[in-house]
């Protein structure tokens, strides 16, 4: 089915790489089983409708309002993965604090500003302690940076980095969401893999696993304070 797809330009491929859920992976199955891929397309400066369609298969971190203006999304199957939001934001946190880590300064200097600033001051902090992720969660507020609250949603409906969301910002998320052809979370990615690999006719081999952070920060998902 999906040789068929390709041949014929009718229908091309484009996942929402929300970050922190299984991403990378999915990005490296899509490899595997296409010729022609672009990941990161965020990175790729004004980037517009012919420079999509120049691919069997894309993946950003972009919102899908973003690509709703570029591209007619009729046209396009849509893939989305989302995550427990508790241990999505921790990894996402732990993302940022390894910029900051020894032998990370190409992936440091390659990042905003901002992310860099918020990296070096992560080291100040034990995360093993949950009176200091408070601390740092007010040191965030302090600077007005508000990039790990509720930062899935954001992905669904652009709030440019607001703190609270309306409920009327929420139903449209949701209502985005339901227009994606494929969604998956990250706690089943292998079932996800399996519908994809069933739905396209492709053989479905142990799906890779990419781009995980070993390093935990001191961070304990299961202390009952850090949820807190």
Not at 181 to 192: L, S, T, Y
Request: charged share 25%; proline share 3%; glycine share 4%.
């Amino acid at each position: 089915m999906i040789n068929q797809i390709s041949k014929n330009n009718k229908f091309k491929l484009l996942y929402f790489h929300i970050p922190k859920t299984a991403g990378s992976s999915i990005n490296e199955f899509f490899k595997a089983n296409l010729d022609s891929c672009d990941f990161h397309i965020e990175g790729v400066k004004d980037f517009d409708k012919e420079f999509c369609n120049k691919y069997d298969f894309i993946s950003g971190h972009v919102s899908y309002t973003r690509m709703a203006e570029i591209l007619n999304l009729d046209e396009w199957i849509t893939f989305a993965t989302f995550r427990e939001p508790l241990s999505y934001t921790i990894s996402h946190i732990k993302w940022v604090r390894k910029l900051a880590d020894k032998g990370e300064e190409k992936r440091f200097q390659e990042h905003p500003k901002i992310f860099q600033k918020i990296a070096l001051k992560m080291t100040e902090y034990d995360f093993s302690v949950p009176s200091e992720i408070t601390e740092f969660i007010k040191w965030l507020e302090s600077i007005n940076f508000y990039y790990f609250h509720n930062t899935q949603l954001h992905y669904m409906h652009p709030t440019n980095n607001q703190h609270k969301l309306s409920d009327h910002q929420v139903k449209i998320a949701l209502e985005n969401m339901k227009n994606i052809n494929f969604i998956g979370i990250q706690e089943n990615m292998d079932e996800f893999m399996e519908t994809i690999s069933c739905e396209f006719g492709w053989e479905l081999d142990k799906r890779p696993r990419v781009n995980v952070n070993e390093n935990n920060y001191g961070f304990d998902i299961n202390d009952s304070k850090t949820q807190e």
